[in-house]
């Protein structure tokens, strides 16, 4: 399914590319890692090497840059049985791109010459990196969610509230290039190993973020696929609950990891997140309305 949304501002707009309001446990989420589903050049070869010039200029302001890989999304496919929540299950589609390419095309200020004009979302963003995000609905046990203000020091949405989250990463699985997997014997255990990624990743993030070790957290849900319109940004989001009181986890929050990203942490009601949104990067509005579709899903059941 696909929704798109805005208030009227499109840098706060998002796109639900998919949603699974009752969420998917880690054996119903499966990934196939393929350069099939890398990025595209385009054709406009000024288009090309803009994006180097980009990075070259980036890196001249701020030397601290690293020019890490990342997955790239490249689309799902969905199965299902009779239907119930047991036996659905997603594939993401996955290629490899890195954050100079993701500089030089999403975060391009001409991005929109990158798109070509399809209803297919992979067809339409096949020549931008689209590496993949994700965050997290922590749902603390005193019924809070957990909310971050992001610094003013990091390179996108500064000052903007924002989910818990960042990035799978291929190194964690051990991936630099796709030969990686020409090498494997096994091309289906490196799919297994990036499909823990996808897991493995939102825990290893929520806790170097907030400070909250891992024991306190749930298995986290997968609850859909989140795309913001601005520079089409897509983002994996779980629902993740926390058996620590909102006091506890601010008094974590002071000796959190990754705590130089944000300067505040925020546990608010539902109805406060709402209000909240406003400043939102609009994958992370995406990220709110999935969370909203679960728990009405959840009422209704």
């Not at 799919?191 to 306190?216: D, H, L």
Request: proline letters at 5%; one cysteine or more.
């Amino acid at each position: 399914m696909e929704k798109e949304v805005g208030n009227g501002c499109s840098s706060l707009a998002y796109k639900l590319l998919f949603s699974c309001p009752f969420g998917l446990s880690q054996p119903q989420l499966s990934a196939v890692f393929d350069e099939s589903y890398d990025r595209i050049p385009h054709s406009d070869s000024n288009l090309e090497n803009s994006i180097s010039q980009i990075w070259d200029q980036r890196v001249q302001k701020n030397g601290s840059l690293f020019n890490g890989k990342k997955f790239r999304y490249g689309g799902y496919s969905q199965k299902s049985g009779d239907g119930s929540k047991k036996e659905s299950y997603v594939c993401l589609h996955l290629g490899l791109t890195d954050y100079r390419t993701f500089v030089g095309t999403n975060l391009n200020p001409s991005w929109e010459t990158f798109l070509v004009a399809s209803e297919d979302d992979p067809t339409q963003c096949r020549h931008t990196s689209s590496p993949l995000g994700n965050g997290a609905i922590v749902e603390t046990s005193d019924q809070k969610i957990v909310l971050l203000q992001r610094s003013n020091n990091v390179g996108e949405f500064p000052g903007h509230f924002v989910f818990p989250g960042g990035h799978p990463e291929p190194q964690e699985v051990g991936i630099e290039t796709h030969e990686y997997c020409k090498c494997s014997k096994d091309s289906e255990l490196v799919n297994k190993k990036v499909s823990q990624e996808m897991f493995e990743s939102i825990i290893r993030e929520v806790v170097e973020e907030i400070g909250v070790p891992a024991t306190s957290l749930s298995d986290p849900l997968f609850i859909g696929i989140s795309r913001r319109v601005l520079n089409v940004r897509p983002a994996i989001f779980f629902f993740i609950k926390c058996s620590l009181e909102s006091k506890e986890i601010h008094q974590l929050y002071s000796k959190a990891q990754d705590g130089y990203e944000s300067t505040q942490l925020y546990t608010v009601s539902m109805i406060e997140v709402e209000h909240m949104t406003s400043k939102m990067p609009g994958c992370h509005q995406g990220g709110f309305a999935l969370y909203k579709l679960m728990v009405e899903a959840l009422k209704k059941n």
